[in-house]
């Protein structure tokens, strides 16, 4: 597909194809004119308010989307925080000035819905500001959620690598998705891409396998995926017809990508790469180590320190990005990834910072010190912790504080992100330059299961 072809941002709610279909929720579909005629409507709500940042919350990806233009084309910007939790929102309000939502949510700050009746006004919205962007986040190194400022201009040209990686694939499908919008990449591949290509998409996120099997049947598929759905994937199930499978966020096992490859009669597509740098290279998984390629325009380099940095047209700092992974690089071209070198790590394909945990478990009054670490053990994984209590703090008080503790990290972190594997020792271990001893560490969960 020729990128020019490709949609730009400006004009996604433009054209004279009224009754084009861009998005459906179940039996009830939107045309392009209610979703220009409900932008239009929040357009004009937005622009007389003082309020510059709205957070966007959403478990509707159309609603989601009407927002986000409406956002863009009153001159305001766009946050999307990586979940809709009204405790970590209270918490994130420094962010934000209001907040646009699908959701029932108490918060101190100006919170609007999107009118589900907006009619068509006449006259164009006005043009989005080139130097448009939106305000993701990912989890930093000490454990609070990091800003990350995406230009606008970074998510179109990310739209044209895809088309012309897959525009020929993508002709004539309808996307369905099990990844959120309200990260990168449910973001870019859910809504910005078929929104680019004319395409529609579907308002509801896939949960289940039934879901997917009986997702718009005769109807030709791009499915967006990850790792932690594949490998949960009931084959018993008819598959959907896709034309495209893409998974990203993590590894995809090679048994469940072979799986997958037979069960959907094509292997899955899987992406590398992050928020902060947007896709940077893509497999099409035949077989066990099929190497990454990086997409056209992505350079990776290695300095003097053996850390590798990205560089391209999707990553807006000119000196580029340094990547957490660490990455191998065969004679014949393309790359294999081996190991990260943070303390973000991936749990069910989820971004799980370390620190932030150990930061909520330093927060309960009981516990004196505190560390978090991925525990991996055959066919699952999760997090463990090793804590130091309070002398106060007595054995047989232990069940029932655990109880508790599982109930005050539920208002902060996500399921896969509560602590599976729990130790009570007397001292967190360290070295002789008092540092963290982390194969002792280790050991505690390994040695005991």
């Known amino acids: 597909?020729?990128?020019?072809?490709?949609?730009?941002?400006?004009?996604?709610?433009?054209?004279?194809?009224?009754?084009?279909?861009?998005?459906?929720?179940?039996?009830?579909?939107?045309?392009?004119?209610?979703?220009?005629?409900?932008?239009?409507?929040?357009?004009?709500?937005?622009?007389?308010?003082?309020?510059?940042?709205?957070?966007?919350?959403?478990?509707?990806?159309?609603?989601?989307?009407?927002?986000?233009?409406?956002?863009?084309?009153?001159?305001?910007?766009?946050?999307?925080?990586?979940?809709?939790?009204?405790?970590?929102?209270?918490?994130?309000?420094?962010?934000?000035?209001?907040?646009?939502?699908d959701a029932s949510l108490a918060l101190p700050c100006p919170v609007l819905k999107v009118d589900d009746n907006g009619a068509a006004i006449m006259g164009e919205l006005p043009a989005i500001d080139?130097?448009?962007?939106?305000?993701?986040?990912?989890?930093?190194?000490?454990?609070?959620?990091?800003?990350?400022?995406?230009?606008?201009?970074?998510?179109?040209?990310?739209?044209?690598?895809?088309?012309?990686?897959?525009?020929?694939?993508?002709?004539?499908?309808?996307?369905?998705?099990?990844?959120?919008?309200?990260?990168?990449?449910?973001?870019?591949?859910r809504i910005c891409l078929p929104m680019a290509l004319g395409l529609s998409f579907d308002g509801r996120q896939v949960l289940y396998s039934e879901q997917l099997a009986g997702h718009a049947p005769g109807r030709r598929c791009a499915f967006i995926s990850s790792p932690a759905f594949l490998r949960r994937l009931d084959m018993s199930l008819p598959p959907p017809q896709c034309g495209l499978v893409v998974s990203a966020g993590g590894a995809l096992p090679w048994m469940s990508a072979d799986a997958a490859r037979q069960w959907f009669g094509q292997s899955v597509e899987e992406i590398y790469g992050s928020t902060e740098t947007g896709v940077l290279a893509w497999r099409s998984r035949q077989e066990e180590l099929t190497s990454w390629q990086s997409f056209p325009g992505v350079t990776l380099t290695c300095d003097e320190r053996q850390e590798w940095w990205a560089r391209s047209a999707l990553i807006p700092a000119q000196h580029g990005i340094k990547l957490d992974d660490k990455l191998v690089f065969a004679p014949t071209g393309g790359f294999q990834l081996s190991g990260r070198r943070d303390r973000i790590v991936k749990i069910e394909d989820k971004r799980i910072s370390l620190s932030d945990i150990e930061r909520r478990l330093l927060a309960l009054p009981e516990v004196a010190d505190a560390v978090a670490l991925q525990v991996t053990r055959p066919g699952r994984s999760g997090v463990g912790v090793a804590l130091v209590l309070h002398p106060a703090?007595?054995?047989?008080?232990?069940?029932?504080?655990?109880?508790?503790?599982?109930?005050?990290?539920?208002?902060?972190?996500?399921?896969v992100a509560l602590p599976r594997f729990w130790r009570i020792i007397d001292a967190i271990p360290v070295n002789s330059q008092s540092k963290r001893a982390w194969p002792q560490i280790q050991e505690l969960f390994h040695a005991a299961r």
Not at 65 to 81: D, Q, S
Not at 408 to 414: A, G, P, V
């Open 1 to 101: 597909m020729k990128t020019s072809r490709i949609l730009a941002m400006n004009a996604w709610l433009a054209g004279d194809d009224h009754q084009r279909i861009v998005a459906d929720c179940g039996k009830r579909q939107f045309t392009l004119a209610q979703m220009r005629g409900q932008a239009q409507t929040l357009y004009r709500r937005l622009h007389g308010l003082s309020e510059r940042r709205w957070a966007l919350c959403f478990e509707d990806s159309y609603l989601f989307t009407v927002a986000l233009l409406a956002v863009l084309h009153a001159g305001k910007i766009p946050v999307i925080p990586g979940h809709i939790r009204q405790s970590l929102l209270r918490e994130q309000a420094g962010d934000f000035d209001g907040v646009i939502t």
């Open 130 to 189: 080139p130097s448009a962007y939106i305000v993701l986040f990912t989890s930093g190194s000490t454990g609070r959620p990091r800003q990350v400022n995406k230009p606008i201009r970074c998510l179109e040209e990310e739209s044209c690598w895809l088309a012309r990686l897959w525009g020929d694939r993508l002709a004539g499908c309808h996307f369905i998705a099990s990844v959120s919008h309200q990260h990168l990449y449910g973001l870019t591949f």
């Open 393 to 415: 703090v007595r054995a047989d008080d232990l069940p029932r504080l655990k109880q508790r503790w599982r109930r005050e990290l539920r208002q902060w972190l996500e399921p």
